[in-house]
């Protein structure tokens, strides 16, 4: 239903990746590397096409709608701790948004609906950047 990815700062969370292996949780794995909480900053969801690679882990056509969200997490002063993009195929979900505090909790939602439209928020174009790789 999506592929996910997530980056961690190589710095600050030097040997992250084994520590994550051994816990197998993310929020355990920070908490361990001396963040003892972290918040979502900022969510940006596109529509894009899907990839040779991604269709063929989908298993979808090359070229069909996915939702892809790009989100940061940070600690509670407001430093980046995690990078994650996530590709949902279109036809399978239906991403809900409500304010925080709302009855529900953000989340992706197995049926099909509207998408909201792209945000700007001053993130880097990845998809272009990404088309641009020969």
């Not at 996915?66 to 701790?81: E, M, Y």
């Amino acid at each position: 239903m999506a592929l996910f990815r997530s980056v961690f700062p190589a710095e600050r969370f030097e040997g992250f990746d084994a520590v994550l292996r051994r816990l197998s949780s993310v929020t355990q794995a920070l908490r361990e590397m001396g963040v003892p909480d972290y918040i979502r900053l900022e969510t940006r969801i596109d529509a894009e096409a899907a990839l040779p690679l991604q269709a063929v882990r989908l298993h979808i056509r090359e070229g069909a709608p996915l939702i892809v969200t790009r989100a940061i997490n940070a600690d509670p002063a407001g430093k980046p701790v995690e990078y994650g993009i996530t590709s949902f195929v279109a036809e399978r979900v239906s991403l809900v948004m409500r304010p925080e505090g709302g009855a529900r909790a953000n989340a992706a939602v197995p049926q099909s609906g509207s998408r909201p439209n792209q945000a700007r928020s001053g993130w880097p174009d990845l998809h272009a950047s990404r088309q641009n790789r020969g």
